[in-house]
């Protein structure tokens, strides 16, 4: 372990995600172990500008591994993508003593670590904070799993009402890049249909299934709609051109919107957010610098900031052939 590095900071940035405070915890615990000293930045790299610390021991996090959210807050940052406002940043760590932090947050705050170690070769280590899972170098991100509990969950009790009225609901869901969380609740609620930004179903090619579930007995359906789906200017407008289109379905529209990404973090968060934090830590501590933490067959690895913000995570093809036969 590294005798250079003395004190380590923590911080969250971006969309909050449940497992960031299980993150935070772990992080400063981590430290607490190796007998480092830990400090905590409030609002992300704004904070880390306006010197808004605070030091964290192991008695600091007691409490918060069943939370959602961040109670070290989260903000995003026009100055710190300014030479200006990174420096202010460097002399704020500088000044607290700080030798290295960790950043808890997406491919944008990995971004903005990658550059500021550059410039200031300050080590620094990413765990990545996000319920999309688009993150390159990691099958899960934190609050991915708690996210899709959260959506299943909420379909559920749509389908209750789809089933009582005879209704199409289109459910749409967080995923602008990616279909992760569509595709999987999707098999994993039972929909009639998956719209994702990677697969480009067609409005003709979407009736054509509705018309199937409708002939085959099905008095209700429910599809899934990824926000980046590509086939509709927005849901809305799948709405209508169905009831255009399909006069015998009364359809319903559900934008579930922020509440994926929040509530009480999932059991399997809980323990990858324990584990990113400690291999976060050890990391640092070994002199790696300028990576993330990921999971990948079940073991802790590291990526460099650089491929997981270029990198694409890719959706499991395996689940649309699924999604396809259980339709039927």
């Known amino acids: 372990m590294s005798n250079t590095i003395k004190k ?3 911080f969250t940035s971006g969309g909050d995600s449940p497992g960031m405070n299980a993150a935070i915890r772990s992080v400063v615990r981590a430290c607490a172990f190796h007998q480092i000293e830990c400090v905590g930045i409030y609002r992300g790299y704004e904070g880390m500008i306006e010197g808004d610390f605070k030091a964290m021991n192991a008695r600091s996090v007691k409490g918060i591994i069943n939370k959602g959210g961040t109670i070290l807050k989260s903000a995003r940052s026009k100055a710190f993508r300014t030479t200006e406002g990174r420096k202010k940043a460097h002399d704020a760590l500088v000044k607290e003593g700080v030798d290295a932090f960790v950043v808890i947050g997406g491919d944008g705050s990995f971004t903005g670590a990658m550059i500021f170690s550059q410039e200031y070769g300050m080590p620094v280590m990413g765990i990545p904070g996000t319920i999309d899972n688009d993150i390159y170098g990691t099958t899960h991100t934190l609050g991915y799993d708690t996210a899709l509990n959260t959506v299943v969950d909420a379909i559920d009790k749509i389908r209750d009402t789809a089933s009582s009225h005879n209704r199409l609901f289109f459910v749409e869901v967080m995923g602008r890049d990616v279909g992760h969380i569509a595709l999987n609740v999707g098999v994993g609620a039972g929909a009639e249909e998956i719209l994702i ?28 709609v990824a926000e980046g789906d590509k086939i509709g200017k927005n849901v809305f407008q799948l709405k209508d051109y169905v009831e255009e289109n399909m006069t015998e379905y009364e359809v319903r529209v559900s934008v579930l919107g922020h509440m994926q990404r929040g509530g009480s973090p999932s059991c399997f968060d809980r323990v990858l957010a324990s584990r990113m934090g400690v291999k976060a830590v050890e ?7 300028n ?29 649309l052939r699924v999604s396809d036969i259980m339709t039927v």
């Open 197 to 224: 930004p990677e697969e480009d179903l067609g409005l003709e090619r979407l009736l054509e299934s509705l018309r199937r579930s409708k002939q085959s007995g099905k008095s209700s359906s429910i599809v899934v």
């Open 8 to 10: 380590i900071a923590v």
């Open 283 to 289: 990391s640092l501590l070994s002199g790696e610098n």
């Open 291 to 319: 990576c993330m933490v990921g999971l990948k067959n079940d073991l802790m690895t590291l990526t460099p900031l650089d491929q997981a913000v270029k990198g694409k995570s890719k959706i499991n093809m395996e689940l």
